[in-house]
């Protein structure tokens, strides 16, 4: 995965929790909402998505509502892949030193 690509599912992983912030408080709607986007979750980023699941536990739909789930998830495959922070530079080469007599 780039770079580039990481961000613009990173964003899509925040469009998620911002839907499930809005609609994730109302009980039957909430826990299909959860359904639906623990499948995109795992398709966006793969078996790390499966954590999304645990939402549908709750069933008051009060405490999975309010916790970024698809944000953390995105962020630890950022984190686990070297996307976050400043890219790595590679080390500079060793010059040969010249031999003493």
């Given at each position: 995965?780039?770079?580039?690509?990481?961000?613009?599912?990173?964003?899509?992983?925040?469009?998620?929790?911002?839907?499930?912030?809005?609609f994730?408080?109302?009980?039957?709607?909430g826990?299909?909402?959860?359904?639906?986007?623990?499948?995109?979750?795992?398709?966006?980023?793969?078996?790390?998505?499966?954590?999304?699941f645990?939402?549908?536990l709750?069933?008051?739909e009060?405490?999975?509502?309010?916790?970024p789930?698809?944000?953390?998830i995105?962020?630890?495959?950022?984190?686990?892949?070297?996307?976050?922070?400043?890219?790595?530079?590679?080390?500079?080469?060793?010059?040969?030193?010249?031999?003493?007599?």
């Open positions: 995965m780039t770079r580039r690509s990481y961000f613009w599912r990173l964003a899509l992983s925040i469009l998620i929790d911002l839907g499930d912030f809005t994730g408080r109302i009980p039957i709607l826990t299909a909402e959860n359904g639906v986007s623990g499948v995109a979750v795992t398709a966006i980023w793969g078996r790390a998505g499966l954590i999304y645990w939402e549908l709750d069933l008051t009060q405490i999975a509502a309010t916790i789930t698809a944000t953390l995105g962020l630890y495959v950022g984190w686990r892949e070297g996307h976050l922070g400043a890219p790595k530079r590679d080390a500079p080469a060793q010059q040969p030193q010249p031999k003493q007599l």
